[in-house]
């Protein structure tokens, strides 16, 4: 590979390229390399020490090739490790001025606009919905926000057997919201808060009730990183800019590149990455 500074994009598998799709589409000129986890995903259940150690992992590798910068594509890492990597990790790395970036903050900082009733409702894995990540941010911008929660274990393993078109999907969708819905009917804003979820956002639309905003994360962590580069010059002057696109996975390349067009929207070529 050519000498390159890429911004690096990660997930536990499949989810991030949602997020990383709407991420090239805005900022189209940088370099970039995507890594799935995905010999070890799911992350959702997994312990905190657990996605703590595989995301300080995945984070090293992206350093070691070059990426100043790194978003973790994944709200069950950014729930459970982000934090520590910033304020424990990073300072220990010195004079290397890398960044790792997550996707709570800037959902958070604008969730509160969707709502008319100011009842939100956070459908995550298990590890983001006990991290309490959410509500505790949200309380940060929107302290008269009523924050629900409900965790939806289902949902990644059936997003990634691509099972999210079947009956399946249909009666874990209902399941889930009905869940949520009954701790207050009122609930008219779903945030997806894990980026594999957009891919059921049919389903879920379908069994909402009528005029529930349902909202993803790509569009909105693509804007707060076109900003977060605004504000930042010296780092958005170390991304090398030759609108390069590398993936890369821990598991199986052509079952990564077979799934990731669904996720992505045209058709990938990984390399694999071993880390195990
Ligand atoms: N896509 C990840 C997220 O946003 C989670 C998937 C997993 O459980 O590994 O939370």
């Excluded at 090239?24 to 992350?43: E, H, K, T």
């Excluded at 069994?207 to 958005?236: C, K």
Aim: aromatic share 10%.
């Amino acid at each position: 590979m050519q000498a390159i500074s890429p911004i690096g994009v990660f997930d536990s598998g499949y989810g991030g390229l949602t997020v990383f799709k709407s991420i090239v589409q805005q900022l189209p000129q940088y370099d970039y390399l995507y890594l799935g986890d995905n010999a070890r995903s799911p992350y959702g259940p997994r312990s905190f020490d657990t996605v703590y150690e595989y995301t300080l992992q995945c984070v090293q590798w992206f350093f070691a090739q070059g990426c100043p910068l790194v978003i973790l594509a994944c709200n069950t890492a950014s729930a459970k490790a982000l934090r520590t990597i910033q304020q424990h990790d990073l300072p220990k790395m010195p004079d290397s001025g890398n960044r790792v970036l997550g996707v709570i903050r800037p959902t958070t900082e604008i969730i509160g606009q969707f709502s008319q009733t100011g009842k939100v409702g956070i459908l995550g894995t298990k590890g983001t919905v006990t991290s309490n990540s959410y509500p505790i941010e949200i309380e940060k911008f929107w302290p008269q926000l009523q924050v629900y929660q409900q965790a939806c274990p289902m949902w990644v393993p059936l997003v990634e057997n691509n099972e999210h078109n079947g009956d399946g999907a249909d009666f874990f969708v209902q399941e889930y919201l009905q869940q949520l819905l009954a701790q207050d009917a009122e609930i008219d804003t779903l945030l997806l808060a894990c980026t594999h979820y957009p891919l059921l956002h049919k389903k879920i639309q379908q069994y909402a009730p009528a005029g529930t905003r349902i909202v993803a994360q790509g569009d909105i962590v693509a804007n707060s990183l076109v900003d977060y580069l605004q504000r930042h010059p010296q780092m958005e002057q170390r991304i090398s800019k030759h609108a390069l696109r590398h993936f890369y996975t821990t598991d199986d390349t052509r079952s990564f590149d077979e799934q990731a067009s669904v996720f992505y929207g045209t058709a990938v070529q990984s390399q694999h990455l071993n880390l195990v």
